[in-house]
């Protein structure tokens, strides 16, 4: 008869096995939805509202069903390791017996989690998830993903860093390869600084001078032909770039 154990660490497989088949499946629901709303005529904006909230409705509740998953797969993984952390159990994989630990299982559980995240844009939450996944099993596939989750948040520097440990400790994987092609990227990318872009805010805002300064160069001129937006908008902008909400036109933070 199977042990508590066994069951625990199959059950959790399973669990991580369907999450993984159904991640794709989702990431096209995603894409499609996306592309069905670029067919809306822009006339008609309650159709687009309507198409948009349903969309967003069924991606939201098959999402949260897929994280649900990974939280119980977590949660018999985690439970096994308190109890008998050198536990493993025997699966087939490709027709062979393949031996599976519980920090294989957590590092997976918590890479899907990390994944799901970001299909909604949710960065930090995928960052944080990414990093779990590291510290239960330390995979190149896994750090890479981290450090796209930080610079998707605006990192500039620590997305940097983040690139650069994934090749420094995985030097010969593929990993390591487009870790460095896209570090050499975000290099060459000049950050914005605060300190200049809050001042330009403040007095010549006005005219759009702070848009064209962050990039945003048609947004800059219907700011300025517009006063600021009636004004409005050039007060917004100010206490976006105070509290360093409003990116530059890269996608990146302003540098303090």
Same mark, same amino acid.
Not at 23 to 38: C, F, G, R, W
């Given at each position: 008869m199977a042990s508590t154990?066994?069951?625990?660490?199959?059950?959790?497989?399973?669990?991580v096995d369907?999450?993984? %088949?159904?991640?794709?499946?989702? !990431?096209?629901? /995603?894409?499609?939805?996306?592309?069905? &709303?670029?067919?809306v005529p822009d006339s008609n904006y309650l159709?687009?509202? %309507?198409?948009?909230?349903?969309? !967003?409705?069924? /991606?939201?509740?098959?999402?949260?069903? &897929?994280?649900?998953?990974?939280?119980q797969a977590i949660s018999l993984a985690s439970g096994v390791i308190i109890t008998a952390k050198d536990a493993r159990v025997l699966v087939k994989r490709d027709g062979e017996d393949v031996e599976v630990t519980p920090q294989e299982i957590l590092a997976h559980s918590h890479l899907c989690k990390g994944v799901i995240f970001s299909f909604s844009d949710r960065y930090k939450d995928a960052e944080t998830s990414f990093e779990e996944s590291v510290k239960a099993l330390p995979i190149a596939d896994a750090r890479l993903r981290l450090a796209y989750a930080i610079l998707m948040q605006g990192e500039r520097d620590r997305a940097i860093k983040a690139f650069q440990k994934v090749i420094n400790e995985y030097p010969e994987a593929e990993e390591a390869v487009e870790a460095n092609r896209t570090l050499l990227e975000v290099e060459k990318i000049k950050p914005k600084r605060w300190k200049i872009a809050l001042p330009?805010?403040?007095?010549?805002?006005?005219?759009?001078?702070?848009?064209f300064y962050l990039g945003y160069y048609?947004?800059?001129f219907i700011k300025l032909i517009t006063i600021g937006g009636f004004y409005i908008w050039w007060i917004v902008d100010i206490l976006r770039i105070l509290g360093n909400t409003l990116r530059d036109s890269n996608g990146l933070k302003l540098q303090k």
């Open positions: 154990t066994d069951l625990n660490l199959k059950t959790a497989i399973k669990l369907e999450v993984t %088949a159904e991640i794709e499946p989702l !990431k096209q629901t /995603i894409t499609q939805h996306n592309a069905s &709303l670029d067919d159709g687009f509202l %309507a198409q948009g909230f349903k969309g !967003k409705l069924g /991606i939201a509740r098959e999402s949260n069903a &897929l994280l649900h998953k990974c939280e330009l805010s403040i007095f010549l805002g006005w005219l759009g001078i702070d848009r048609k947004l800059g």
